[in-house]
């Protein structure tokens, strides 16, 4: 039977380098996508999300088993991502068209697959850009809380827990941010 | 009318609400056009924004595994190279002098009626407390304690004595 992550975790407090490895390779693509949903830039991403890692590997014994580890983790994932966010307030970023390295394929390619109506399809793929533009405009404890609601899919206490604060702040944190991309779809 | 429920909508669409709350909620609703337009809204915005999440760019991972490898190495080595700097030998030599110099000072004050002693004796026996704290110890790096240490039976006699 695998062990769970919380078992990892003490493992890798005690220097388990095979736990630790273990922990990455189940957390890395995780990790990276959050990072990059929060920063979107790819080389940041990449950068933070192993600088997530190595501060795991170095507090894993201040890991109490309170909490489940996912949500520890992505505290300190959410915390690097926007603690670096606000060292160069960069954090008001139109949405960047990258390119992916491999594929050369821009941001509006990777969305999900058309309708089969051009027209259709090519205003939906707009209002998508335009909606995920506003996102990345929003406050970064604001669009911290969104994607991890509707892409990591965590439910409010638990989104509480990521960004150390009440489940009544991040209800104010959605309730504002979803206001906000309400009114810029309306206007647009 | 009660307060419109703006911040519990988002939870009440998610199904995140207690049976209560949710019970609350619900019975505003029924009776508030505006915050059942909001809810409304909010769900289909939700939906949209769950349906669309843009795909982040390829990874190739055993590179990215190989960087964080190395990454973590070139850190634990800073960390270990950080202890045997000067600085915190010099710090941890000069923390040892201080308690040194209590300790001396301890000795001149001993009541009346105890033979003298010689400096050099008040200084070693002294030294024993110190001894003592072994967390100081392990950090001491100074040759001169090694000749205490060596010489310990003997101080313990000359104190017995």
């Keep these: ?188 | 009318m009660a307060d419109h429920p703006e911040t519990e909508l988002v939870p009440y669409v998610r199904g995140e609400l207690a049976p209560a709350e949710r019970e609350r909620v619900t019975r505003h609703l029924d009776e508030c056009p505006d915050c059942r337009q909001d809810a409304e809204g909010l769900r289909e915005l939700l939906m949209k924004l769950s349906r669309s999440v843009p795909v982040e760019p390829r990874v190739n991972w055993g590179s990215y595994r190989a960087e964080l490898r190395d990454k973590l190495a070139a850190r634990r080595a800073r960390r270990r190279a950080w202890w045997s700097q000067p600085l915190p030998v010099a710090l941890a030599a000069s923390f040892a002098g201080v308690l040194l110099v209590f300790g001396v000072w301890g000795g001149w004050r001993s009541p009346g009626g105890v033979e003298p002693v010689t400096t050099e004796e008040a200084t070693i026996g002294r030294r024993l407390g110190l001894l003592q704290e072994y967390s100081v110890v392990e950090r001491l790096d100074l040759l001169e304690e090694f000749d205490v240490i060596r010489n310990l039976d003997q101080v313990a006699e000359t104190q017995e004595g």
């Design chain 1, 1 to 188: 039977m695998e062990p769970t992550d919380e078992v990892l975790c003490q493992r890798v407090a005690a220097r388990d380098e095979a736990a630790f490895d273990l922990l990455v390779g189940r957390y890395q693509e995780r990790a990276y996508r959050l990072a990059w949903s929060i920063l979107r830039n790819a080389e940041d991403a990449r950068d933070l999300s192993q600088e997530a890692f190595i501060r795991l590997y170095q507090s894993a014994g201040s890991f109490g088993g309170r909490a489940k580890f996912s949500t520890w983790f992505y505290r300190i994932l959410v915390n690097v991502c926007l603690d670096d966010r606000r060292k160069s307030r960069g954090w008001r970023l139109w949405v960047r068209d990258e390119p992916d390295p491999d594929t050369g394929e821009s941001l509006l390619d990777r969305q999900p697959a058309p309708a089969a109506d051009p027209v259709d399809a090519l205003g939906r793929e707009r209002t998508v850009s335009k909606l995920w533009a506003a996102v990345d405009r929003l406050t970064p404890q604001q669009r911290a809380a969104v994607i991890l609601q509707v892409q990591e899919e965590l439910p409010t206490a638990e989104i509480a827990a990521v960004l150390k604060c009440s489940e009544a702040t991040v209800r104010v944190h959605l309730h504002r941010a979803l206001q906000t991309l309400r009114k810029t779809m309306e206007t647009s």
